[in-house]
């Protein structure tokens, strides 16, 4: 018989003030259901008898492997290909002219930030989109990182397979030059596309090992789950890796109006850095 866990008031506080401090992530009273439910299947596979057992574990020494669970298990991870696709059609149009501008026929550089990049497909639009502007990169110092808190969907993007249903926003013409049907029916993104792309996975609060300069920063739908000030502080170190007229792409329902002034509105929901 299924045990059914009960979550406690100090239980539910215990792990939010866990999920904040180690992550940035406000698990409101609304999250409650939703953490019973996720951390509900750990404590099944962990065999333990209630939540204030599991609350020891995560306090322990012992608990650091949990603890990697535990934020593994309190993301989502709800992401497609070509999302709030007039970002991409904005970075064809005007941000890549702009950086290929004054390289001319030269070889130039540029980098991209996909930063929460969950399953993927984020990252993987981006470098489809590099590819149309410009076809052949091998005279480009091209490169997109792509990096997320949940160790697991890095694991996944890494490898580029997605099931058929996951393809469906990618443009016809995109997914005949750009995606190969594997052999057990899944679909994988060619190894043009995957080769500009480095996944790793990355906790926004921690210290970066990357220095930069970035030209373009994509940071959508990751700052909803933070509070103000941690906000202010992850856009202002956003700020400070970007080239001094770089762009930042945030989520639709995002926005930096009274969060920090180190960046100017060019768009919707696309912002520059000010000097």
């Not at 535990?70 to 992401?79: D, F, G, R, S, Y």
């Not at 969950?118 to 470098?127: F, I, K, R, V, Y």
């Given at each position: 018989?299924q045990?059914d866990y009960v979550?406690?008031d100090g239980d539910?506080?215990?792990?939010?003030?866990?999920?904040?401090e180690?992550?940035g992530?406000?698990?409101?009273?609304?999250?409650?259901a939703?953490?019973?439910?996720r951390?509900g299947?750990r404590?099944?596979?962990?065999?333990?008898?209630?939540?204030?057992?599991?609350?020891r574990?995560?306090?322990?020494?012992?608990?650091?492997?949990?603890?990697?669970m535990?934020?593994?298990?309190?993301?989502?991870?709800?992401?497609s290909f070509?999302?709030?696709e007039?970002?991409?059609?904005?970075l064809?149009?005007?941000?890549?002219?702009?950086?290929?501008?004054?390289y001319?026929n030269?070889p130039?550089?540029?980098?991209?930030?996909?930063?929460?990049c969950?399953?993927?497909?984020?990252?993987?639009?981006?470098?489809m989109m590099?590819r149309e502007?410009?076809?052949?990169?091998?005279?480009?110092?091209?490169?997109i990182l792509a990096?997320d808190?949940?160790?697991?969907?890095?694991s996944?993007?890494?490898?580029?397979l997605?099931?058929?249903?996951?393809l469906?926003?990618?443009p016809a013409?995109y997914?005949?030059?750009?995606?190969?049907?594997?052999d057990?029916?899944?679909?994988?993104?060619?190894?043009e596309?995957?080769?500009?792309?480095?996944?790793?996975?990355?906790?926004?609060l921690?210290k970066?090992p990357m220095s930069?300069p970035f030209?373009v920063?994509?940071?959508r739908?990751?700052?909803?789950?933070f509070?103000k000030?941690?906000?202010?502080?992850?856009?202002?170190?956003?700020?400070?890796?970007?080239?001094?007229?770089?762009?930042l792409?945030?989520?639709?329902?995002e926005?930096?109006l009274n969060v920090?002034n180190?960046?100017?509105l060019v768009?919707?929901?696309?912002?520059?850095?000010?000097?």
């Open positions: 018989m045990q979550l406690q539910f506080r215990k792990i939010a003030n866990l999920v904040m180690k992550t992530i406000v698990l409101s009273e609304k999250k409650r939703f953490i019973h439910g951390l299947r404590l099944r596979i962990l065999g333990l008898e209630d939540f204030s057992q599991y609350c574990l995560l306090e322990s020494r012992a608990g650091e492997d949990e603890r990697h535990l934020i593994n298990a309190v993301t989502t991870n709800h992401t070509f999302r709030e007039h970002h991409f059609d904005y064809t149009k005007t941000v890549l002219p702009t950086i290929a501008a004054p001319g030269k130039g550089r540029l980098r991209i930030w996909s930063a929460g969950s399953t993927g497909e984020e990252p993987h639009t981006l470098a590099l502007f410009r076809p052949s990169l091998a005279d480009w110092d091209a490169k990096t808190l949940d160790t697991n969907v890095v996944h993007a890494a490898t580029g997605y099931d058929a249903d996951r469906e926003t990618i013409a997914r005949k030059r750009y995606v190969t049907v594997e057990d029916g899944r679909f994988r993104i060619n190894d596309v995957r080769s500009l792309i480095s996944f790793a996975p990355l906790n926004l921690e970066w930069g030209d920063i994509f940071c739908n990751v700052v909803i789950y509070d000030p941690t906000q202010r502080t992850l856009f202002d170190r956003y700020a400070e890796l970007l080239r001094p007229d770089g762009w792409f945030i989520g639709h329902s926005s930096l920090t180190r960046f100017s768009g919707r929901t696309i912002y520059r850095r000010t000097s």
